[in-house]
């Protein structure tokens, strides 16, 4: 589609973002994942979805990952100070 290699795309990503692709989705899926934690009352299976990471599991193991604690506690923690 921008005529260029798939190698050469993500070099040039990476160049001008300064995070690969990848890393630029999984960033942008858990700023989606913050906010409807944070403003919402949705189920973390169906805010997993809703972000793209397929199921609630999935979710709470990045997440965890990211963020050294789970979902739940997040969307806890984030009303205790609004």
């Known amino acids: 589609m921008c005529s260029m290699s798939e190698r050469n795309f993500q070099r040039l990503f990476k160049c001008e973002i300064g995070v690969t692709p990848s890393a630029y989705l999984l960033r942008a899926r858990l700023e989606h994942t913050c906010r409807l934690l944070a403003g919402s009352d949705l189920p973390v299976d169906k805010i997993a979805r809703r972000s793209g ?17 789970s979902p739940t506690e997040f969307r806890s923690r984030s009303r205790m100070t609004q």
């Open 53 to 69: 990471f397929g199921s609630g599991e999935r979710l709470s193991k990045i997440f965890r990952k990211t963020f050294s604690t």
